[in-house]
């Protein structure tokens, strides 16, 4: 069974510093990862895909990672701004999907960038 | 990116009622949704599948007696929650795939629906 894991669960920087999350998971037969931002109470907002065959993907400020062979990837983020604060999701999507193929998500990591 | 939206946002109810959750694709036609449930602080756990047409699929301990999916057409799919208690207070977000994320797999996800059972 897929688990994913996200590190750290929570992080507080400055405004304007740079950061990376983590986010691993245990089976390396993914069809693709995708990073989500969540705000309190809210849905989740799709920032990142990442095929399988790809490793990396970018959008302004972010970039994500992926090392499938290790299981492993990460978001960062540049030049870190108070509206990025909120909760970063990673997700996976198995390979083999059968009759489900929604995706495995982390825990998320929960982000406050301070003034 | 494609457009998910979820109504009602929030429902309190009695223990004992049925509640229904709507979500629509507003741009795009999704052949496959999936309903998830998110408990505070903790991650969301996908609860089924819908395809256009077809039962759904529950993961493991879903009860598909308690939580009818119906996906009756290629934009409109909706969680009925029967006999609702109040440990079936949760926070459930829908999301859908097809359209322009039919081949990236992308998923894109509704606002999501606060329900409290009183």
Not at chain 1, 97 to 109: P, V
Not at chain 2, 12 to 24: D, L, N, Q
Not at chain 2, 78 to 87: I, K, N, Q
Request: charged share 15%; net charge neutral.
């Amino acid at each position: 069974k897929q688990e994913v894991t996200q590190i750290p669960a929570a992080l507080s920087v400055p405004e304007g510093e740079n950061l990376v999350l983590n986010c691993s998971f245990t089976d390396s037969a993914i069809y693709n990862l995708q990073w989500f931002r969540q705000d309190p109470g809210k849905g989740l907002t799709s920032l990142l895909l990442i095929q399988s065959s790809q490793r990396e993907q970018t959008s302004g400020r972010l970039n994500a990672s992926l090392d499938k062979s290790s299981g492993r990837s990460t978001l960062y983020i540049a030049a870190s701004q108070p509206g990025d604060s909120a909760t970063y999701l990673c997700a996976v999507r198995a390979r083999s999907g059968g009759g489900a193929d929604g995706l495995t998500f982390g825990k998320g990591t929960h982000l406050i960038i301070q003034p | 990116g494609a457009v998910v939206s979820q109504h009602p946002s929030w429902v309190i109810c009695k223990s004992g009622t049925s509640v229904k959750i709507e979500c629509r694709s507003l741009d795009f036609q999704a052949t496959t949704m999936f309903w998830y449930r998110q408990f505070p602080k903790q991650s969301l756990m996908l609860m089924a599948t819908s395809n256009e047409g077809s039962k759904a699929t529950y993961e493991q301990g879903v009860e598909k007696d308690k939580f009818l999916i119906n996906h009756a057409s290629l934009t409109l799919s909706t969680l009925t929650v029967t006999s609702a208690h109040p440990e079936d207070s949760s926070f459930y977000i829908c999301s859908a795939r097809g359209g322009p994320s039919q081949n990236t797999g992308e998923l894109f996800f509704g606002e999501g629906s606060r329900l409290t059972v009183l």
